[in-house]
């Protein structure tokens, strides 16, 4: 069975960096596709950054509002899925989660996601 666990969310100030992480168990990230998500209260789920790893090229990918600012990055050996956030905003005040699926998906389509972490909260306020 897979499973996610994140980890690293915390209050932090506008500008501010934080690494999230999302330890995986039950698949091998060398052949997965590993989204990061993010909900603000009264919003709906919304993509955050993607990486996928199979036979094909690899892909990863990000939402505008983070372009430039974040960064996903995958340690197969660990079987670990992190996130830097930089610059952070307070827009970026969310619940943040990670979540696998086949590695072949449309990473963008939050639909395609088969296994979901229980998520971290990152709140950013002066």
């Known amino acids: 069975q897979v499973q996610l666990v994140e980890s690293g969310g915390g209050t932090v100030q506008p500008g501010d960096s934080l690494r999230l992480s999302c330890s995986v168990s039950g698949v091998r990230l060398d052949y997965a596709a590993v989204g990061w998500f993010r909900q603000a209260p009264g919003k709906d789920r919304e993509g955050v950054a993607f990486t996928a790893t199979s036979s094909s090229p690899n892909i990863t990918d990000y939402a505008d509002p983070v372009k430039g600012r974040f960064t996903i990055s995958k340690d197969i050996g660990e079987n670990t899925v992190h996130l830097q956030m930089n610059s952070l905003k307070p827009e970026d005040t969310a619940v943040y989660y990670c979540?696998?699926?086949?590695?072949?998906?449309?990473?963008?389509?939050?639909?395609?996601?088969?296994?979901w972490g229980q998520g971290t909260q990152v709140t950013v306020s002066s």
């Open positions: 979540a696998e699926g086949w590695p072949g998906i449309n990473v963008r389509d939050i639909s395609h996601y088969d296994y």
